[in-house]
């Protein structure tokens, strides 16, 4: 039997087409692991049982979703439903409308699994993070590990289901004359109100690009939200929370269904609030610059507190996850050079020389460049070996590499596990520590060279993130949101620190900002601080934990904020055998890296100690 392709189908719906990322907004869009999530579909699928490949689906029926799953992610799978549910009952009242049908929700253990789905007609570009199709209203994605991003995504995804039922006059194939008009909307309106909608008002990474664009002039009107210059997730999520707190939540839903009659963003959005966009726009910047100007006369620029190491002006744009060699010489890192590829470079920490480029992930089938986007690698003790976690085919690997050449020496495929981030290499070299995603919850697994053998740290639903073993080899400082999770009521603890003894496996929580985020731990040369990223001020800024005395110091007070690709990405790193720290700053809709140094900047402030606690409720 013929299928219907993905070209026969674009030729006669053309509208449907227009939901492709057009390539400038690729740099972006691999940055933000979330592109163009709204699909055209396949045909094949919905069957009872269905196999595909090595995927053996099974079905959860919960009240109003089918949710299609595989062996590994039963217990996921399981948490996903209860997660389903609850974002039915919030954007049913939320956009006052109940969908029509059951709701299916095809889940993938991992993205290298995501990747091989033939439900969207041709396999997900690279940075696509998850899909909607049009045709059956599936919700086509991978767990994102992290509970609270896998919820997210689900959240943001559900939207567009209810964006297709709402917006399709009646159900049935679609036609020329049936088909939902979400897929006209332009990107911002419909990626916006997702990322609103799953996020809401209160998102650090969202603000630091609003108040960037607004210091630098570049807050879009709504009619240029529709220029690819202004990346539609991130600016669209912002004009909705603008219009949603100006005129209620409820407006979102109505504007909805305004467009879906009148077919346009603009006549929908006047027509419900009655006031002309322009004068909108115009009060929706000046509420942001108001609300943004204190802060900049109380914060500082990055260069305030060490040396503009790698940027544009130097070289190319996107520079983040750095990681220092041991003696601070010299710097890995990632940048877009070329545009369709997140490469990774070793450059001279002092000049930002660019001494080779290591892995080229865009040409070199051999990696996938969605991994780098929320991992960085790691230096061995002896600053000759660089080892990260990569996709081969469809099987994650540890890969270590000669950085003199860029040489691969050393590589471990991993088929048990989904996907691996972060490693760190223990002082004495013989093991590597990395977490990852397996069964779609995120864990702390250790790799030795030596005898081949591979060890599950740490072995439930909680996430456990960003290694980073300390110098005398005694201890593992990582990020988990197990002190403040609830699983049984689906609530999601924030990201906290954490020691793990490497011997006994024993985790104890250490001081951390109890209502922010708190990742990228990194040990200071003598293993009596970390370094580490936290948001308790609404912005991302470098503090330091005196790990014996629990007490914390604040580096940095920036005005945008230190920032990898995504919220969770790893951003800062420290050498192991001098005082350095590295870290990349969002800085005009880019990211560069800075390099400091000095004694007293870092050493820090002092915290207020009502900002700060531990949490030691599990
Ligand atoms: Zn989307």
Same mark, same amino acid.
């Given at each position: 039997?013929?299928?219907?392709?993905?070209?026969?189908?674009?030729?006669?719906?053309?509208?449907?087409?227009?939901?492709?990322?057009?390539?400038?907004?690729?740099?972006?869009?691999?940055?933000?692991?979330?592109?163009?999530?709204?699909?055209?579909?396949?045909?094949?699928?919905?069957?009872?049982?269905?196999?595909?490949?090595?995927?053996?689906?099974? /079905?959860?029926?919960? #009240?109003?979703?089918?949710?299609?799953?595989?062996?590994?992610?039963?217990?996921?799978?399981?948490?996903?439903?209860?997660?389903?549910?609850?974002?039915?009952?919030?954007?049913?009242?939320?956009?006052?409308?109940?969908?029509?049908?059951?709701?299916?929700?095809? &889940?993938?253990?991992?993205?290298?699994?995501?990747?091989?789905?033939?439900? /969207?007609?041709?396999?997900?570009?690279?940075?696509?993070?998850?899909?909607?199709?049009?045709?059956?209203?599936?919700?086509?994605?991978?767990?994102?590990?992290? *509970?609270?991003?896998?919820?997210?995504?689900?959240?943001?995804?559900?939207?567009?289901?209810?964006?297709?039922?709402?917006?399709?006059?009646?159900? $049935?194939?679609?036609?020329?004359?049936?088909?939902?008009?979400?897929?006209?909307?332009?990107?911002?309106? /419909?990626?916006?109100?997702?990322?609103?909608?799953?996020?809401?008002?209160?998102?650090?990474?969202?603000?630091?690009?609003?108040?960037?664009?607004?210091?630098?002039?570049?807050?879009?009107?709504?009619?240029?939200?529709?220029?690819?210059?202004?990346?539609? !997730?991130?600016?669209?999520?912002?004009?909705?929370?603008?219009?949603?707190?100006?005129?209620?939540?409820?407006?979102?839903?109505?504007?909805?269904?305004?467009?879906?009659?009148?077919?346009?963003?603009?006549?929908?959005?006047?027509?419900?609030?009655?006031?002309?966009?322009?004068?909108?726009?115009? #009060?929706?910047?000046?509420?942001?610059?108001?609300? !943004?100007?204190?802060?900049?006369? #109380?914060?500082?620029?990055?260069?305030? !507190? $060490?040396?503009?190491?790698?940027?544009?002006?130097?070289?190319?744009?996107?520079?983040?996850?750095?990681?220092?060699?041991?003696?601070?010489?010299? *710097?890995?890192?990632?940048?877009?050079?070329?545009?369709?590829?997140?490469?990774?470079?070793?450059?001279?920490?002092?000049?930002?020389?660019?001494?080779?480029?290591?892995?080229?992930?865009?040409?070199?089938?051999?990696?996938?460049?969605?991994?780098?986007?929320?991992?960085?690698?790691?230096?061995?003790?002896?600053?000759?070996?660089?080892?990260?976690?990569?996709?081969?085919?469809?099987?994650?690997?540890?890969?270590?590499?000669?950085?003199?050449?860029?040489?691969?020496?050393?590589?471990?495929?991993?088929?048990?596990? =989904?996907?691996?981030?972060?490693?760190?290499?223990?002082?004495?070299?013989?093991?590597?520590?990395?977490?990852?995603?397996?069964?779609?919850?995120?864990?702390?697994?250790? &790799?030795?060279?030596?005898?081949?053998?591979?060890?599950?740290?740490?072995?439930?639903?909680?996430?456990? +993130?960003?290694?980073?073993?300390?110098?005398?080899?005694?201890?593992?400082?990582?990020?988990?949101?197990?002190?403040?999770?609830?699983?049984?009521?689906?609530? &999601?603890?924030? !990201?906290?620190?954490? *020691?793990?003894?490497?011997?006994?496996?024993?985790?104890?929580?250490?001081?951390?900002?109890?209502?922010?985020?708190?990742?990228?731990?990194?040990?200071?040369?003598?293993?009596?601080?970390?370094?580490? +990223?936290?948001?308790?001020?609404?912005?991302?800024?470098?503090?330091?934990?005196?790990?014996?005395?629990?007490?914390?110091?604040?580096?940095?007070?920036?005005?945008?904020?230190?920032?990898?690709?995504?919220?969770?990405?790893?951003?800062?790193?420290?050498?192991?055998?001098?005082?350095?720290?590295?870290?990349?700053?969002?800085?005009? =809709?880019? &990211?560069?890296?800075?390099?400091?140094?000095?004694?007293?900047?870092?050493?820090?402030?002092?915290?207020?100690?009502?900002?700060?606690?531990?949490?030691?409720?599990?």
């Amino acid at each position: 039997m013929k299928r219907l392709t993905a070209v026969a189908r674009g030729k006669r719906y053309t509208m449907l087409r227009r939901r492709r990322l057009s390539p400038r907004y690729l740099p972006v869009a691999i940055a933000i692991g979330v592109t163009a999530c709204i699909g055209v579909p396949d045909t094949r699928f919905g069957q009872n049982k269905v196999q595909y490949d090595a995927f053996d689906f099974e /079905i959860l029926e919960t #009240e109003h979703f089918d949710i299609f799953f595989y062996e590994e992610e039963r217990e996921a799978a399981a948490q996903a439903g209860r997660m389903a549910e609850r974002w039915y009952a919030r954007l049913t009242r939320l956009l006052n409308h109940e969908l029509r049908g059951r709701q299916p929700i095809i &889940y993938y253990a991992s993205h290298p699994h995501f990747k091989q789905t033939t439900q /969207i007609g041709g396999a997900p570009g690279e940075g696509t993070g998850a899909v909607t199709e049009a045709l059956k209203r599936r919700i086509i994605l991978p767990f994102a590990g992290p *509970l609270k991003e896998t919820d997210h995504v689900l959240g943001h995804e559900m939207v567009h289901a209810f964006q297709f039922d709402m917006t399709q006059r009646r159900e $049935g194939a679609l036609s020329n004359t049936n088909f939902p008009r979400a897929l006209q909307l332009p990107l911002w309106f /419909i990626e916006g109100m997702a990322e609103y909608l799953s996020i809401g008002p209160d998102d650090p990474h969202t603000a630091m690009w609003i108040r960037d664009a607004a210091i630098n002039d570049k807050l879009p009107t709504m009619r240029q939200l529709n220029n690819p210059r202004f990346f539609p !997730y991130r600016f669209g999520q912002a004009f909705w929370a603008y219009l949603a707190g100006r005129f209620g939540d409820e407006v979102v839903g109505r504007i909805l269904n305004a467009a879906a009659r009148s077919g346009g963003a603009e006549i929908a959005i006047e027509r419900v609030i009655g006031i002309p966009v322009d004068s909108v726009n115009a #009060e929706w910047h000046e509420e942001v610059r108001r609300a !943004y100007d204190d802060l900049r006369e #109380e914060t500082h620029d990055a260069d305030h !507190y $060490g040396k503009l190491l790698l940027s544009k002006e130097n070289g190319a744009g996107l520079n983040t996850a750095p990681v220092l060699s041991p003696d601070g010489t010299e *710097l890995v890192f990632l940048s877009i050079r070329d545009v369709f590829s997140l490469d990774m470079f070793r450059a001279d920490a002092e000049t930002g020389k660019i001494l080779n480029k290591l892995v080229e992930s865009g040409t070199d089938p051999h990696f996938e460049s969605i991994q780098f986007i929320r991992s960085a690698g790691a230096w061995n003790s002896t600053g000759d070996r660089f080892v990260f976690g990569a996709v081969t085919g469809s099987d994650p690997v540890l890969t270590v590499v000669d950085v003199s050449n860029g040489d691969i020496v050393r590589e471990k495929v991993l088929p048990d596990l =989904g996907e691996v981030f972060n490693p760190t290499w223990s002082p004495d070299g013989s093991v590597i520590v990395f977490s990852a995603i397996v069964g779609g919850f995120s864990d702390l697994y250790s &790799y030795h060279f030596e005898n081949d053998v591979l060890r599950r740290l740490t072995s439930d639903a909680y996430t456990d +993130l960003h290694p980073a073993w300390s110098p005398d080899g005694r201890s593992i400082a990582f990020v988990t949101d197990r002190f403040g999770t609830d699983l049984s009521r689906l609530s &999601y603890g924030n !990201y906290q620190l954490a *020691l793990m003894d490497p011997g006994t496996g024993r985790i104890d929580a250490i001081v951390s900002f109890p209502d922010a985020k708190n990742i990228n731990p990194q040990w200071s040369k003598d293993g009596r601080s970390l370094y580490f +990223l936290a948001d308790p001020t609404g912005i991302t800024n470098v503090y330091r934990l005196d790990v014996g005395s629990g007490r914390l110091y604040q580096i940095t007070d920036l005005f945008t904020g230190v920032s990898g690709i995504t919220a969770l990405s790893p951003a800062l790193t420290s050498a192991k055998d001098t005082d350095k720290i590295a870290f990349s700053v969002y800085e005009k =809709g880019d &990211y560069n890296v800075y390099v400091v140094d000095e004694a007293g900047v870092l050493a820090g402030e002092p915290v207020a100690s009502s900002q700060v606690g531990v949490r030691k409720s599990r």
